[in-house]
């Protein structure tokens, strides 16, 4: 038989796009359902650990010590998930300790930031601003392209959280909001911004040699540099602290296990939109999640001016044009 003609060139490559598209619609619903369940969940145990106070009034400042633990939890669903699914032999492992070392440290300066005083909304919210340096990120470091939506989709998000952030914080009066932990804040949206950019260019690569970056590859070897990496800051003084911490303290030693259960299976979900899409689509589900976070937060506490719930609005566009 000979080739087939135009129209049926055309008819075909529609029936393959409408079956690719929903496939994709599906694996970026199964990704974002478990973002949202078990980082909402994240959060609200995160909040508890930094406002624990002991009978002494003594409060949980051992962060590398809470990263470890965290690091370990991820690195062993990582394992039998690759056991499971199956892995890929022969990744470039420098851009997997750049990840690693990169996520680390950004989780360290969020909860650095929080154990410094700042409030879990305004910490959150800010977090949620990391869309624009991970495009950066991903501009120089991982030789992306983006479109002018992307562009305004990243704009929108940020307006939107960055008028939360200030009327929230316009609303509590300064509260627990120091220069220390927006220091902080700031450093982990650089570390997200390289994070973003190593993982664009780890699939860059990893196409150019026909290799499959699968979910659970990446969440074992990231989370083996970060368990490695927060290990040796621990050893300084923040392991022994953590220990001795927990075990005076049982009750508050149950949340931080059952803060890195939620954050070894929502970090599952993440690395399987990462897989399956790229850092930035990524990006704009957690931020969403962030944004939930604080609303629920929010929600619990004293409420949200109007202008708050306008700010939500906003950045609920931008996030509304990535499913499209």
């Not at 699968?214 to 368990?227: G, Q, S």
Request: proline fraction near 2%; charged fraction near 15%.
């Amino acid at each position: 038989m000979g080739l087939p003609d135009n129209a049926q060139e055309g008819q075909a490559r529609q029936e393959n796009g409408h079956v690719r598209k929903s496939p994709d619609r599906l694996k970026l619903l199964k990704g974002a359902v478990g973002i949202y369940f078990f980082f909402i969940w994240y959060g609200r145990i995160q909040e508890r650990i930094f406002k624990f106070k002991t009978s002494t009034g003594r409060r949980f400042t051992a962060v590398w010590f809470l990263q470890m633990v965290d690091a370990l939890m991820n690195m062993a669903v990582g394992y039998v998930g690759r056991h499971v699914q199956g892995s890929t032999a022969g990744l470039p492992q420098e851009f997997l300790v750049a990840a690693g070392v990169g996520q680390v440290l950004s989780k360290y300066c969020t909860s650095a930031a929080l154990a410094a005083g700042l409030s879990f909304s305004v910490a959150t919210l800010a977090k949620s601003a990391k869309m624009l340096p991970v495009m950066i990120g991903s501009l120089f470091l991982g030789q992306a392209e983006f479109t002018l939506r992307q562009y305004v989709q990243a704009a929108f998000i940020v307006a939107g959280t960055s008028i939360v952030s200030l009327t929230e914080g316009r609303s509590k009066k300064a509260g627990g909001s120091s220069k220390i932990g927006l220091l902080f804040i700031t450093c982990a949206l650089c570390c997200d911004g390289v994070v973003g950019g190593v993982q664009k260019r780890l699939k860059v690569e990893c196409r150019k040699t026909d290799q499959q970056v699968r979910p659970y590859d990446l969440m074992f070897w990231t989370n083996l540099y970060m368990a490695i990496t927060s290990f040796l800051f621990a050893l300084r003084a923040e392991l022994r602290e953590g220990v001795i911490f927990c075990l005076a303290n049982p009750n508050f030693a149950q949340q931080v296990i059952k803060l890195s259960v939620c954050g070894a299976l929502g970090q599952a979900s993440v690395f399987y939109t990462i897989a399956n899409f790229d850092s930035v689509v990524c990006a704009a589900v957690t931020t969403t999640r962030k944004l939930m976070s604080v609303l629920i937060s929010v929600l619990e506490g004293d409420g949200l001016p109007p202008m708050g719930w306008l700010g939500i609005g906003v950045s609920s566009i931008g996030i509304a044009g990535e499913l499209q």
